[in-house]
Every structure is written in structure tokens, then in C-alpha cells.
Nanobody, 124 residues
Framework: QVQLVESGGGSVQAGGSLRLSCAASEYAYSSRYMGWFRQAPGKEREGVAAVYIAAGRTYYADSVKGRFTVSQDNAKNTVYLQMNSLKPEDTAIYYC?????????????????WGQGTQVTVSS
């Protein structure tokens, strides 16, 4: 049973914008946190942003602060990642994740559910 489905990836020029969506099953969305991670070629997967669903509290990696915004729509069990001022170094496969997270939001092992990933390519 698919719990998380990402969409919205694509190719854009530097300075452009994209919005990613993550539609979750009700069970996955009942997790405390929804996070976004990314993995660039040859690099480890890293945490990009997360939201504590109950309070709407958001968290961001330093590399995306001020450019990316995570938001939620509880009626649709959906989380979004609005990405502005995109840079070539943002090129990666972006993954949505859901988990209870009792430690740090950017630690992958804190998440139980993962989407299949969506490619984001930023050209200079």
C-alpha cells in the first residue's frame, strides 16, 4: 500500500521556482512530522525541511532557509514544498517522508514512510 506520493518535480533554470506536493495516506499523515529530503548524485540523502503537523511548526536546513517553504493542507493530507530562487546545487531527487520523530527532524531513521522521489533539475 502506497503511503506517500510526491509530484511536481521537473526542470527549471536557476532563479526559477517549483512546488512539490506529497499526498499521504491518512495513516501516514497521522505521523507527527512530515519531512522533505533530497539526494544529489554521489551525495548522501539530506534533510531539507520538515513540519510538525499538529502545530504547523516548520524546520529548514540552512542551505534552503529563506528560499524554500514547507506548508500543509490537513483537509487533503498533503504537504507542499515551495522552492524559490533555485540554484544548480538544488538539483537532486526529492523525497517526502513521514514519521514520529522523537529526535532530530533531519535524521532519516526518524521516519517510517517514504515516497518514491521526484527529480528536480536546476540548470545554470
Amino acid at each position: 500500500q502506497v503511503q506517500l506520493v510526491e509530484s511536481g518535480g521537473g526542470s527549471v533554470q536557476a532563479g526559477g521556482s517549483l512546488r512539490l506536493s506529497c499526498a499521504a495516506s491518512e495513516y501516514a499523515y497521522s505521523s507527527r512530522y512530515m519531512g522533505w529530503f533530497r539526494q544529489a548524485p554521489g551525495k548522501e540523502r539530506e534533510g531539507v525541511a520538515a513540519v510538525y503537523i499538529a502545530a504547523g511548526r516548520t524546520y529548514y536546513a540552512d542551505s534552503v532557509k529563506g528560499r524554500f517553504t514547507v506548508s500543509q493542507d490537513n483537509a487533503k493530507n498533503t504537504v507542499y514544498l515551495q522552492m524559490n530562487s533555485l540554484k544548480p546545487e538544488d538539483t537532486a531527487i526529492y523525497y517526502c517522508a513521514a514519521g514520529r520523530v522523537y529526535g532530530y527532524w533531519y535524521v532519516q531513521s526518524e521516519y517510517n514512510f517514504w515516497g518514491q522521489g521526484t527529480q528536480v533539475t536546476v540548470s545554470s
